[in-house]
């Protein structure tokens, strides 16, 4: 567990055990995964976040790793639903077969329950429940510069009057995960979504690594460590969750921005990071369980926006 304190996390983890199995009109459960791929521990985490009643999953890219998009997408559906809203954004992996993702992706953002706008898979914006989401492809098309990706995110929360904002896209910078990826993105994104005090939530290295609340990325200026966050214009975090099934890797680069890692070394294989946003307290519980159902870790966001 991140954070020294013992009552702010009792009383995260407390909220988070009740809200394993509530779901209301008001709370709205978003889980994130990334590089899930098509094997058994995929599947079982998908069951996991169909048991944890979430509402909509988010894939952070590098899909199936088989060129297979109809199995991939045949297998999020025989397990969620045929109707369940799922936003994914393409990932490197996913580049030999664009066009049917895109296909994919595009039929599910037109899922009744979502408002998208945007190229689907590459830079979207949706809304789902007033929750918005903005999806981007930074470091993914080798003639496409990260400032294209940056524009858009900054015009999509131009107007936003969102009280939750998330950030989605696959690659990292060296120093936003834990593994041997280089700096692929840029930082410009990762600061245009704190300066709109966006949640960022990425894939690519396999491993779950959640930051401390941060007033500078690149500097790794960190602004609470606290496991109860005030999310504000200028301040958020950044959510790695790259463990959808394909893979579980060592830790290899550490830093003292991280709150809390899982990955090969602390046994994880498999998980999903979940945000219950109760919509009428401006709190959100997260919690990140494993393909077996094992909570790993949990904090609370708050909202300022
Ligand atoms: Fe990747």
């Keep these: 567990m991140g954070g020294c304190g013992s009552s702010p996390t009792q009383v995260s983890l407390d909220q988070t055990k009740n809200l394993h199995t509530l779901s209301s ?11 899930q791929g098509l094997g058994e521990k995929s599947r079982k985490l998908l069951r996991v976040i169909k048991r944890q009643n979430a509402d909509l999953l988010l894939i952070n890219g590098d899909f199936d790793y088989k060129n297979d998009p109809y199995g991939w997408e045949r297998m999020n559906r025989d397990i969620l639903g045929e109707d ?33 706008k945007g190229d689907p898979g590459v830079r979207s914006d949706c809304t789902f429940k007033g929750i918005q989401i903005v999806s981007s492809s930074p470091g993914i098309f080798p003639d496409q510069s990260s400032e294209i990706d940056q524009n858009y995110i900054h015009n999509a929360f131009a107007q936003s009057t969102s009280p939750w904002r998330i950030c989605q ?4 910078m060296h120093d936003m995960q834990t593994g041997t990826k280089e700096d692929e993105t840029g930082w410009g994104v990762y600061e ?28 790794k200026q960190v602004a609470s460590f606290s496991d109860i966050y005030d999310i504000e214009k200028g301040k958020s975090l950044v959510l790695l969750s790259g463990l959808g099934g394909l893979s579980s890797r060592h830790l290899r680069h550490d830093g003292y921005w991280w709150a809390h890692k899982e990955n090969l070394d602390t046994g994880t294989d498999a998980g999903a990071l979940i945000c219950a946003f109760n919509l009428d307290n401006r709190q959100s519980s997260c919690y990140f369980i494993d393909e077996n159902g094992e909570t790993k870790d949990s904090f609370t966001l708050r909202t300022h926006l």
């Excluded at 896209?169 to 990292?172: D, I, N, R, V």
């Excluded at 939530?201 to 779950?208: F, N, R, S, V, W």
Aim: glycine fraction near 6%.
């Design 169 to 172: 896209w696959h690659k990292t």
């Design 25 to 35: 009109d008001r709370i709205v459960k978003i889980a994130m995964i990334g590089d």
């Design 192 to 219: 245009e979504c704190r300066e709109n005090g966006a949640i960022i939530t990425t894939g690519h290295e396999h491993a779950y690594a959640r930051s401390y609340l941060l007033s500078d990325i690149p500097n």
């Design 84 to 116: 369940f809203p799922i936003i994914a954004v393409l990932g490197n992996h996913d580049l030999p077969q664009y066009d049917a993702y895109k296909d994919i992706i595009t039929r599910w953002n037109n899922n009744p329950q979502l408002d998208c």
